[in-house]
């Protein structure tokens, strides 16, 4: 079956670096586009990134742009968000998702904590 795992949350200073990755099994990772998606407390989940099967083309969120970088590796199955320059207000529990065969899956996802 579909599998979605987030990795690499956590709690880190104003300014500071992550890198999430999102390991994904049970669907041909390399024809799809994926995404990730954040919750913060409080606040609907919203699109933060999303690449396309071959990895050339991306979209950000204007609050993301030239701070966060999606990438994939077809070869691992494997997406990644490198996120830069954290604000408190990047502080929530972020997601990988996949659509295919009409359905929306989603990883359990990771926490990230930006706070000083």
């Known amino acids: 079956q579909v599998q979605l795992v987030e990795s690499g949350g956590g709690l880190v200073h104003p300014g500071g670096s992550l890198r999430l990755s999102c390991a994904a099994s049970?669907?041909?990772?390399?024809?799809?586009?994926m995404s990730w998606y954040r919750q913060a407390p409080g606040k609907e989940r919203e699109l933060v990134a999303s690449?396309?099967?071959?990895?050339?083309?991306?979209n950000y969120a204007d609050s993301v742009k030239g701070r966060f970088t999606i990438s994939r590796d077809n070869a691992k199955n494997v997406m990644y968000l490198q996120m830069n320059s954290l604000e408190p207000e990047d502080t929530a529990v972020y997601y990988c998702?996949?659509?295919?065969?009409?359905?929306?899956?989603w990883g359990k996802g990771t926490l990230v904590t930006v706070s000083s």
């Open positions: 049970g669907f041909t990772f390399r024809t799809y586009t």
């Open positions: 998702k996949v659509s295919l065969w009409g359905m929306d899956y």
């Open positions: 690449i396309i099967r071959t990895g050339f083309s991306t």
